[in-house]
């Protein structure tokens, strides 16, 4: 009997442990990939929200409410330019 062990099976045996490490690994980027597909579509969700809020608030201090001293000022403003008129 050969004391030494062919090539051949010498891959062949580093093919078959290397095979399921190969495995784990791969399940475990799959793993961490969809982990991080998430963060992202939360990020931009909360980005999204982020935006609409300070939308509201620009436009909320670009137009005067009714009821506020600016919109009644406008309004008395109106009238005298329609007097005018």
Known sequence: MQGTITRRTFVTALGLVALP?????????KDQKKEDAKKKTEEK?????????????????AVDRPGTENS??????????????
């Open 21 to 29: 490490l190969l495995a784990r690994a791969d399940g475990q980027d």
């Open 45 to 61: 969700k909360d980005d999204a929200k982020d935006k609409a809020k300070d939308a509201g608030d620009k436009a909320d201090d």
């Open 72 to 85: 009644e000022d406008r309004r008395q403003d109106r009238r005298k330019d329609a007097v005018k008129d």
